[in-house]
């Protein structure tokens, strides 16, 4: 609706210089003010006078009944006065004529923007750490990066999708005694990640009553930073295990990366950043360990060395951000990580900024909720995850028992269970605000009742399959619209792109997932009560098949939008 509020606002504009011609208010200002009534039938878009009454010293209510009693174009709208608001109903020509031709114009393009245009965004997500199991909690960042890509790219940017590694740390000292001491060769290549997980969880059980062996990882990982050759060949069988195994989730999900530069790949560009720090007298020694003081921010101390003088993540995350701005000059560089990493970014993007770097303010932080299951935090030490191969794989189950049972002669039945299997579980998840703490449920991510994935994919199917027993769509012509079902699904198609821009603006994909529904659920209502094919006079059956066209094309790229694929038939 944003193209019609566009109008409205320059004409309310106007209208302001004929009634109130000693005050000017601009087509921006009047703009900013409109908003949505909570209760359609009150109007599709409002203007509030509260705010007018200040500038042109006239109570509300006076200042709606002066406006609606001018003349606007019926083409455009009708107008009421309610007390001190303005409500204006949107006209069905306007939807026939404006909406769906310009959808129909733009196809796949719909919604989208320049406003990235000769812009770079570098985005950090997914990052895994290596020699652990891609579990549930993984899902967060990489959904939700995986979507902001796909919002910027939608919007011009040019986008690089990195995968930031957790490849280095003393963790790998843990994994290199565990192997040393209780692993074989033959059984990790057979059990691949499965097996280094238990090597990693028995260690801990181990160092509980045996803390020598924290020291003993410590020194092995030490050995790994002095690029010792079997601590190297080690580690880089380990990186290559895991790689394996996580391509085949980021297949599952439709994602690739750009790079896969990991924490290990700045080993050689930290020293520079060290460097920096000591000339601009920003390093200080606390208790034998090197830090950025930030008491003066309100923040406890940035670790930058430990005191053997091995490095850490912050030390790792400002080699990087140089690394990329000198790589790929972006504009922006944003990192989804869960929200209990919000202080350590905090941290070093103020280091950043203190060593003289101007870009500092183009590192954006994007934070999500934690997950738990059944109330407990997640754990690799521990075992307590729900591993996403695990969990893909009973969704997809789950579906397929459904095809077979609905739609048994269905030609690409596993692909299509894939797709609507593993786009349960991620619209699941990004149905909620992306800061929102999630307790995860498997009946709750499994279920395909009310505002789900399925439900949006099944009405997508359903679109495609109308148009085809149409034999085609009629290009233009007449637009004659008769039920309010029409008009509801127009002026929700009408909402595409501000729902995007508002996705985008605030790093925020589930406004996608629920103009997704929302979108589905006024065709579903459309499709119920009007019918298509079937409608007695051949304009309003071709304008139906163009609403039901329309619906396909917006479906399909929201879908793309949160990592979701589209079945032409389910």
């Not at 750490?129 to 796909?150: C, D, E, M, R, W």
């Not at 589930?510 to 979108?519: A, D, F, G, K, N």
């Not at 304009?539 to 479906?555: F, G, M, S, W």
Request: aromatic fraction near 10%; include cysteine.
């Amino acid at each position: 609706m944003q193209d019609f509020k566009v109008k409205l606002s320059h004409i309310l504009s106007e209208k302001a210089k004929e009634l109130y011609p000693e005050h000017e208010i601009s087509g921006d200002d009047i703009l900013s003010m409109l908003e949505y009534p909570p209760d359609t039938s009150m109007g599709d878009v409002a203007l509030p006078c509260f705010k007018l009454s200040r500038t042109l010293r006239a109570a509300p209510p006076a200042i709606a009944a002066a406006f609606a009693g001018t003349d606007f174009d019926p083409a455009l709208c009708t107008v009421s006065a309610a007390g001190g608001y303005l409500n204006f109903k949107v006209s069905g020509t306007y939807l026939g004529n404006d909406v769906l031709k310009e959808i129909e114009n733009a196809g796949e393009k719909y919604g989208s923007s320049h406003i990235g245009d000769g812009k770079t965004v570098c985005l950090d997500y997914a990052s895994p750490n290596i020699a652990k199991p891609f579990h549930i909690g993984h899902l967060g960042t990489t959904v939700i990066g995986h979507s902001l890509k796909k919002l910027h790219e939608f919007a011009g940017y040019k986008c690089i999708g990195i995968n930031h590694l957790g490849d280095w740390g003393t963790q790998f000292g843990k994994l290199i005694v565990a192997y040393r001491l209780w692993g074989s060769k033959e059984e990790i290549e057979n059990g691949g990640i499965d097996s280094l997980v238990a090597l990693y969880v028995k260690f801990h059980a181990e160092a509980e009553n045996d803390p020598s062996l924290d020291q003993k990882a410590r020194d092995e990982f030490k050995k790994l930073e002095e690029h010792d050759p079997d601590n190297t060949a080690l580690w880089k069988w380990f990186i290559d295990l895991s790689l394996r195994e996580y391509e085949k989730t980021f297949k599952q999900l439709d994602i690739t990366f750009d790079s896969y530069a990991g924490e290990s790949f700045y080993s050689d560009k930290m020293p520079e950043q060290v460097q920096i720090l000591r000339d601009k007298g920003l390093l200080k020694i606390d208790d034998g360990a090197s830090i950025v003081d930030l008491s003066k921010y309100n923040m406890p101390p940035c670790l930058i060395l430990k005191k053997d003088g091995s490095t850490l993540y912050p030390t790792r995350d400002i080699a990087a951000a140089v690394y990329r701005k000198r790589t790929y000059n972006f504009d922006k560089c944003i990192y989804v990580t869960s929200n209990g990493q919000s202080l350590h970014f905090a941290q070093w993007f103020k280091v950043v900024e203190l060593m003289g770097y101007d870009w500092a303010d183009e590192l954006v932080h994007v934070p999500y909720g934690t997950v738990s299951i059944d109330g407990k935090k997640l754990s690799t030490r521990t075992g307590n995850v729900v591993l996403l191969k695990d969990l893909f794989a009973q969704a997809i189950d789950k579906v397929s028992a459904l095809i077979e049972e609905k739609n048994p002669n269905l030609e690409n039945r596993d692909e299509v269970a894939e797709a609507v299997g593993v786009g349960a579980v991620v619209f699941h998840y990004l149905y909620n605000s992306r800061i929102k703490d999630i307790n995860f449920v498997m009946e709750d991510a499994l279920s395909f009742d009310g505002s789900t994935g399925p439900y949006a994919q099944y009405t997508y199917a359903r679109t495609c399959s109308i148009l085809s027993k149409a034999g085609g769509v009629p290009k233009g012509g007449k637009a004659v619209i008769t039920a309010d079902e029409e008009a509801d699904v127009l002026k929700t198609l009408a909402k595409f792109p501000e729902r995007v821009s508002a996705a985008l603006a605030d790093y925020e994909p589930s406004v996608v997932t629920r103009y997704i529904i929302e979108l589905c659920t006024a065709f579903n209502r459309f499709y119920h009560a009007c019918p298509i094919i079937g409608a007695d006079d051949v304009d309003v059956k071709n304008t139906r098949l163009r609403i039901t066209a329309a619906c396909n094309t917006v479906i399909k790229t929201a879908l793309g939008l949160i990592c979701l694929r589209a079945p032409e038939k389910i």
